[in-house]
Every structure is written in C-alpha cells, then in structure tokens.
C-alpha cells in the first residue's frame, strides 16, 4: 500500500495568512475572534466572529471563498515546490465546500421585483440572481478548482457538515493507497459569517455569548456555545515514491483515516459519543497505532456543552481514561470554520507536531466535570511522533484522522 505523505500546506484563517502567521499565532495563543466587521450588527442578535481580516477580500460567500481558496492553494504549491503551469492526469482533487448562500440584497431584489406576482407564480429571478445562483453550485466551484491546480484526475466534493474536511483529506488519502493518483490537492473552504447563516445557528441557541476573546470556552464549565469563523486550507498529498522521486521535503504522514455515523440525531450528536469513538477507533487501526502512542488530540471541541461532553465520553471510550492524552481546541483560537475546520486544523496540527509543542485551550479556567480530559490550558513544548485530529459535524457525521512526523 502507497505511504501518503503531505509536501505541501496553504492556509488562511482568522489567524492571520499563511504558514508563518499561524505558527507564530499557534506559539503566542493568540486569538482571531473579533466584532463582526463585514456588516451592520447594532441590531443584529450575533456580533462576534472569526473573519478573515482582509479587506481586499469580497463580501459574497462564494466569491469569498473562491479567494481564500485560491491563496491557500498558491501557498501550498509553492510549499510543495508545484507550479499551477504544470497540470497532471496524475493528479487528483478533494474537496470540502461549504454551504454557499446568495447575496441578500440580491435576494431581496428579486423578492421585490414589481412584475413578481407571488401569490400567482413563482418568482422571476433576475438574471444577476441566476448567475450568483449558479455560481455556488460545487460542481462549478470544483471544476474551476481543478482547472487552477491543473488536476486532471478524478475530483471529488464532499460536504459532511463539520467532518467535511477530513473527510476530503481521507478521501485523497484512499486514491493515493488505490493507486488512482500519486497526487491529490485536499481542499476545503467555508464562509459562513453572513447574516443568514449566523441567524441560523443562533437559532439553534448554539452561538457563545461575551467579549470576543474570551467567548469560546471549549471543555470549560462557564461554556456558552461556539463563534463561527472562516478560512480555507490546502495540504498536497502525494505518494512517498513519487515524492521521493522528484525530491520533494515531507511536511509529515498522513497515516490514518476512519470515519463513523452517530445515526441518532439532525443537529444533536451521540451523547456517549458513539459514532465518535468508531471514527476514532477506524483512524487508529487504519494507521496500526495503539491509543497510547498518540501523543496528542486537537479536539474537535467546539465550546457546546453537548459536543464537548459526547467527545469526552468517546475519547474515554478509545483511551480508557481520558486524561491519558493531551487535547486542546484550535478552534478557541479561529472560531469554527464548519467544512474548513478540520482541513485547517489538520494544519495547525502538523505544525504543532513540527515545532513538537502543544497549543493552548484559550479561556479554559475552570473544568468541567464531565469532561475529564488533559486539557492543554497554555502552549508547551512536548515531544510526540503521532497525533490525532478530530472532526466531528450535524447529521451525526464524524471522522478522525492520524497525521505523524516525516521518516
């Protein structure tokens, strides 16, 4: 079976843009969560977020996304010693992208159009509508994504919700291991600070409340929900022997993948973790390691009392005693990132195992019983080979995924 090395990473995240930002955000717990700045908020319910703070950047979500894409992916070919020039039926795509949703205002145009009758007919969607419309369909956002990283294999776009990402990331890991490509660029993007979406959430009660810095409170008692972020990874993968072969440095291993169904609820996940553990369980074996050579978990830890507790409950399921392993949350830095997430934190996780040292829980003071977990309050330097990174979403999905240090 063909080893999947990873030699190249692009990222962009409330944390800042590129490589080099986030290490240095990772090392000084630093925290990208700000007030909302893309839009009027007085008398909106949600205010805070993790925005890519870019102001060259274009407010439509897929145009968004497009962008931050586009930057990753540059960063990660250039990391890999790629060019975009050079494309390859020996190259695959996986992809994770977000919901898309049109611009308001053109919605609204539309709505309002005085030759719309809507009790009589359907809405006459002006042409601008049915362009932005078409525009956030995957299939197109895949396709130009493949024609800018040259990929002439097989393409795929996933979206399971928080999961999506690593689910991408393991999806190019089994093309490689098939023999399909000897290269897949895993993507995945998501902009979701748009009233729209974040009325959504906050209609689930699942948003946190308080001052920007200090909202997210993963694993913590005085918890009061998640902040929506945005942002895009890119990570290369590629098959050692191909890598080898044009000389290629390994940024680290992606060795296993495992990924599970809670099969219990739309919005609400396991309370014991269930389909969790078996995503996590699948991950270890798939990468033949045994729990206890993990030397550390970046939680997927979205600061809900629900999802912290369900996690906790799996993580003891798989280790046995769930303060056997040291786990913190990315995401009390960046916000949740929803499809993102876990491409972005499969960075932010390889460069931990790169500068062997532990990132922060931010605003974790006090813990909470029903999360016995070795949570990682302030970065350290800690020495590990292997490390798991979780991401779990709605629907009940769940996936895991072991990166390790280069050979």
Not at 135 to 153: N, T
């Amino acid at each position: 079976m063909n080893s999947v090395w990873i030699t190249g990473m692009g990222v962009i995240s409330p944390l800042g843009a590129g490589l080099e930002a986030h290490r240095i955000a990772l090392r000084e717990a630093s925290c990208g969560i700000r007030y909302i700045r893309q839009f009027p908020t007085e008398r909106f319910p949600v205010r805070i977020a993790g925005e890519v703070c870019d102001p060259t950047l274009p407010h439509a979500a897929a145009g968004r996304a497009s962008v931050l894409l586009e930057r990753a992916l540059q960063e990660a070919f250039a990391d890999a010693g790629l060019s975009l020039s050079e494309p390859s039926p020996r190259r695959a795509l996986s992809c994770a992208l977000g919901k898309q949703t049109v611009r308001l205002e053109t919605l609204a145009a539309a709505l309002a159009a005085p030759e719309t009758d809507l009790a009589q007919e359907p809405p006459r969607w002006p042409p601008t509508f049915v362009r932005d419309w078409e525009e956030r369909e995957p299939a197109r956002q895949l396709d130009h994504l493949a024609g800018y990283a040259g990929a002439l294999g097989p393409a795929y776009c996933c979206y399971t919700a928080c999961a999506s990402g690593n689910d991408a990331l393991g999806m190019g890991k089994r093309l490689i291991e098939r023999g399909e490509a000897d290269m897949v660029v895993a993507a995945a993007a998501d902009c979701q600070v748009n009233p729209l979406s974040l009325l959504e959430f906050d209609l689930l009660d699942a948003l946190a409340q308080g001052e920007p810095e200090h909202a997210c409170r993963p694993f913590d008692r005085e918890r009061t929900g998640f902040v929506v972020g945005e942002g895009a990874a890119v990570l290369v993968l590629e098959a050692a022997e191909h890598a080898r072969r044009r000389r290629a440095r390994a940024r680290g291993r992606l060795t296993g993948y495992g990924s599970a169904l809670d099969c219990f609820g739309l919005t609400k996940c396991h309370p014991q973790g269930r389909g969790a553990a078996l995503a996590m369980a699948a991950a270890l074996a798939d990468a033949r390691r045994r729990p206890e050579e993990i030397g550390y978990i970046n939680a997927h830890g979205t600061g809900t009392i629900l999802n912290d507790r369900a996690e906790s409950a799996a993580i003891t399921r798989v280790w046995g005693t769930a303060g056997s392993v040291p786990v913190s949350s990315t995401k009390s830095m960046t916000g949740h990132l929803i499809a993102a997430a876990a491409a972005v934190e499969a960075v932010l996780t390889l460069l931990a195992l790169d500068e062997q040292f532990l990132p922060a829980t931010l605003n974790y003071s006090t813990p909470d019983p029903e999360c016995p977990l070795a949570v990682v309050a302030q970065p350290r330097a800690a020495r590990f080979q292997a490390a798991m990174s979780n991401g779990f979403g709605f629907g009940g999905q769940n996936s895991a995924l072991i990166l390790e240090a280069p050979e």
